[in-house]
């Protein structure tokens, strides 16, 4: 092979080895992440309200340290519920009013479901976030007469967090969508109530 060949199969090892390298390093940041978004959510897994990330009543003022997602939109009040079902399946309800709020479902890969407040029922929403194995045992349990308005989500995992937003339309509402946001609650059901859930 000519000198001029040896340089070419060389070069094109080479960047077939950096390609390599570089796809590698890109697909496992995830994994090697310390503070990822489902570890730094945790820091908030015993609260039984979502965990402020953006309030947007103050204004003019910088985001605080803790706007740790995607820079939110200014007139979006953002919270956050992280669960671990392992300890039972996580209740997330909330009253509707005048603001339009939603809720988003996160697991370890990212968001599997996604909820307005035009799926609540008589001004609450209900979303109960479940194991497969909690979720035929609530089957099982469930009364047939009684009709059930929660929301039931199968997590593919048990750890992951709530994302809550809620609009502030007008600067006038930023208080109102703060405090939408802060009334959500964020709690385990036991098995006693789930089944008079439905």
Known sequence: MTPRGRFLVASLSGLVLAGLVHGTTILLIPRLAESDAL??????ENLDHPLAINTVAAGDTTPPVEAWLPIPDPAVAVGLCAYDLSEGPMRVSAR???LMLSLAVHGPRGAFY?????????????LVVLTRAQYDEALANADEDEVSHDVRIVAG?????VVVRVIAALPSQRAAADAAVQAVSCTVDSPGDEKAGG
């Open 114 to 126: 996604a909820v307005t407040d035009q799926a609540a029922v008589r001004g609450a929403l209900d």
């Open 39 to 44: 570890s730094r959510a945790r820091s908030g």
């Open 157 to 161: 995992d048990t750890r992951g967090f």
């Open 96 to 98: 509707t009013g005048s």
